[in-house]
């Protein structure tokens, strides 16, 4: 049976009673890992108690280097021995699925790095499982995270700007051929897609965060010059509900790298300018011809927060604390993937327009985004 939702602590009300702290795990220790356990270090009521890797040495390494007790080869026995609240999980996509029902099955929270499953089935399944548990599922896409992009989604949906009209939105990022040599990556079966899946949801994400509901998608997917599978090189119209059009260019053969969303509006335009992470500096708002006496009220807060994994950690924590939803930063897991399944589904039909109706009875690209990809190497 699943553990009793997490109730508000008493001492959020009288200050008399001590705090509980959530006891995270954690499973796979690669780069992103690191990530997560700085995150839970610096939250005030949160703690990591265990780690999991299927490389037993790499989990006591990771376990030593954080001053984590317990280090585990094996996610069952690590969920078996420890019931934590909450498991961070950090391992590549094609397991997710596995590794979210587990921990849901023991009683945990999931908080699980994107993309959140290599399929929407897959998500789909994760989804009825923590509504079965009433657990949470959270997926990280930290970009939408930081007070520049929490102030500009105001802006946006109070009307401050105006309608928001047209938008860009690239990621130009460098991945050299040793990138694409790790014998999972750049295949349909162990990665499930190529730049759009594993780099372009970042800022497709955030595109959604920002604009809302998306109606219509139609993508093309390029191969121009790594070996691999998946393609190198995707480009996307996306029009939403809105009515904003938005253009959305992923690469990773791009060697000077950037991220970057441009959303034009009625009074202003609005872009962020960065690579893996924005603060104040990279955002501007600029008015147009005869709205630069509103300005002034668009101006960012003086307090600066940087999108990152910590602020995100931090809310999701404390909404589990509190026993409330999860806050905007880290709800809707299904919008981003939803897009990019669109725009492999689009491809795979040579460019069709690709709505959500038709996505939520796909043939195919429910269950795995394998599409045809136009080779232009030479």
Not at 100 to 119: D, I, N, R, W, Y
Not at 335 to 357: C, F, K, N, Q, W
């Amino acid at each position: 049976m699943p553990q009793e939702a997490l109730s508000i602590p008493a001492d959020l009300v009288d200050g008399q009673h001590p705090v509980r702290s959530l006891r995270c795990a954690l499973v796979g220790t690669g780069a992103v890992a690191h990530l997560h356990a700085r995150a839970v270090a610096v939250h005030p009521h949160a703690e990591l108690v265990a780690v999991a890797d299927i490389a037993l040495a790499k989990a006591e390494e990771f376990a030593a280097q954080y001053a984590v007790p317990h280090a585990y080869g094996d996610l069952d026995e690590m969920l078996g021995a420890q019931h934590p609240d909450v498991v961070l999980i950090c391992t590549p996509p094609g397991v997710h699925r596995e590794q979210t029902l587990a921990a849901f099955a023991a009683g945990a929270h999931v908080v699980v790095e994107k993309p959140p499953a290599p399929s929407l089935d897959e998500l789909d399944d994760m989804r009825a499982a923590a509504e079965r548990a009433d657990r949470r599922l959270a997926v990280v896409f930290q970009q939408r995270t930081g007070t520049a992009a929490a102030h500009v989604r105001r802006l946006l949906r109070s009307g401050a700007l105006g309608r928001p009209l047209v938008a860009v939105c690239q990621t130009l990022w460098f991945r050299d051929a040793e990138y694409f040599a790790v014998p999972w990556r750049g295949r349909w079966a162990t990665e499930g897609g190529g730049t759009t899946l594993g780099h372009g949801i970042h800022q497709l994400d955030l595109l959604g965060h920002l604009l809302g509901d998306w109606a219509s998608v139609h993508g093309r997917l390029w191969r121009l010059d790594r070996e691999t599978e998946t393609e190198d090189v995707s480009t996307a119209t996306v029009v939403f509900a809105g009515g904003v059009v938005a253009q959305v260019v992923t690469s990773a053969v791009s060697p000077r790298q950037t991220s970057s969303i441009r959303i034009d509006t009625q009074k202003a335009t609005v872009t962020v300018d960065h690579l893996y992470g924005h603060g104040h500096e990279n955002w501007r708002i600029t008015p147009a011809p005869g709205f630069e006496h509103e300005a002034d009220a668009w101006a960012f807060p003086e307090a600066e927060e940087r999108s990152d994994h910590a602020p995100l950690l931090r809310d999701v924590f404390d909404a589990l604390l509190a026993g409330s939803a999860l806050p905007a930063t880290a709800d809707a897991p299904a919008r981003s993937l939803e897009l990019v399944a669109a725009i492999y589904a689009s491809a795979a039909a040579d460019g069709a327009v690709i709505t959500p109706e038709i996505l939520a009875n796909h043939p195919t690209h429910r269950a795995g985004f394998e599409s045809p990809v136009t080779d232009l190497r030479s």
